[in-house]
């Protein structure tokens, strides 16, 4: 009837499926993912907070459909008398001496679905009220919104410079979309972000150039046996730019 049209268009709109980049078909990478999975949709949470009842529901129904133990661990949670609050972070004070690896600690999101979606056509304020928004949730995120979450935890640091590194790269026919967030202080390269592989994410502020810090991605994705077709830095534009980081 025109009343259940209406509300199936409303919560798809709320909740829709990021679109595929890759040819159908082809097998499933050991390396890095992104917003675009490799192909294989995730729903994005776009009714904000609180999420509303019908996007939990459609986000517990995806999870159930792609983790292991499919509907069993869903009812698990969903039904347990008692699960424990996650706890809440405190915005820490940073300082330049202290080391990558203490600036962004976050879990990555391995939900198939995105609790938090970033709009880079918002102005910067904008972005960093998303940002606080993730330490209030507490939820796990991906590699997109660890870069708005580290531009946010460095903001107070002016002695940092901050800018977008995104990474197209190739697997058996499959495009997969990466982003961290370089940084540079007293001469140094590194890298802030977050990913499925230890390697394509933290870089101590130890290289020397910044291609220094693009060769070492490198060699972390031929372990994964990918290829880089792109590579995009933004170290000489100004924050606005963060909007373009994909």
């Known amino acids: ?10 919560h798809f709109t709320l909740l829709t499926r990021a679109e595929s980049s890759v040819c159908p078909g082809t097998a499933h990478s050991p390396g890095e993912d992104e917003e675009k999975e ?14 509303e009842a019908q996007t939990w529901d459609q986000m517990w129904n995806h999870v159930g459909a792609v983790h ?6 869903v009812e698990r949670i969903r039904n347990a008398t008692y699960l424990p609050k996650p706890p809440v972070p405190s915005v820490p004070n940073f300082k330049p001496s ?22 880079k056509s918002r ?10 928004e993730m330490i209030r949730e507490s939820l796990p995120i991906k590699c997109l919104e660890a870069v708005i979450l580290g531009v946010y935890l460095t903001n107070g640091l002016t002695s940092l410079e901050r800018f977008p ?9 499959h495009c997969f979309h990466h982003v961290v967030l370089g940084v540079y202080c007293n001469g140094r390269y590194g890298s802030l972000g977050m990913s499925r592989r230890q390697d394509l994410m933290d870089k101590p502020l130890s290289y020397r150039t910044l291609g220094d810090l693009v060769g070492e991605f490198e060699s972390s994705y ?22 373009n980081i994909v």
């Open 165 to 173: 590194i995104s990474f197209k790269t190739q697997f058996s026919g």
């Open 1 to 10: 009837d025109t009343g259940r049209a209406s509300d199936t268009h409303r």
């Open 98 to 119: 202290m080391s990558i690896a203490d600036w962004l600690i976050v879990v990555y999101n391995h939900t198939g679905t995105q609790f938090f979606e970033i709009k």
């Open 123 to 132: 102005p910067l304020c904008g972005l960093m009220e998303t940002a606080r």
């Open 68 to 73: 292991p133990e499919g509907q069993d661990m």
């Open 38 to 51: 490799g192909g294989v949709q995730f729903y994005v949470n776009r009714s904000g907070f609180p999420i």
């Open 222 to 243: 031929k372990r994964y046996q990918h290829t880089i077709k792109k590579v995009r830095n933004m170290l000489h534009h100004t924050s606005p730019v963060l909007m």
